[in-house]
Nanobody
Framework: QVHLVESGGGLVQPGGSLKLSCAASGSDVSIIAMGWYRQAPGKERELVASVNSGGSTTYTDSAKGRFTISRDNAKNTVFLQMNSLKPDDTAVYYC??????????????WGQGTLVTVSS
């Protein structure tokens, strides 16, 4: 099994910054891709940013220019640096990992979620 530890959420004022982290651990695990999703009350969960094993990144339009996803491959950790935060960014943010366990088992794993609240 792949275990995720997610942290970094909190309360921040509009225009502020926050950095989320998600660390994946497990034996014989190869991370294929990592990403961040968010879900606000009454809204569908949406992909915010992702990074694959080759380093290619994807951002939702609302995050471009404000958010940056990065990886620490040695620690199997993904970060989401969020700048210029807006109230619309308020949501529970979930780490998502696609991984291979051993050589053949493919897993999609979700973190427990961390709440980001942007409010003055």
């Amino acid at each position: 099994q792949v275990h995720l530890v997610e942290s970094g959420g909190g309360l921040v004022q509009p225009g502020g910054s926050l950095k989320l982290s998600c660390a994946a651990s497990g034996s014989d695990v190869s991370i294929i891709a990592m990403g961040w999703y968010r879900q606000a009350p009454g809204k569908e969960r949406e992909l915010v940013a992702s990074v694959n094993s080759g380093g290619s990144t994807t951002y939702t339009d609302s995050a471009k220019g404000r958010f940056t996803i990065s990886r620490d491959n040695a620690k199997n950790t993904v970060f989401l640096q969020m700048n210029s935060l807006k109230p619309d960014d308020t949501a529970v943010y979930y780490c998502n990992v696609h991984a291979l366990v051993g050589l053949t088992r493919y897993l999609e794993v979700w973190g427990q979620g961390t709440l980001v609240t942007v409010s003055s």
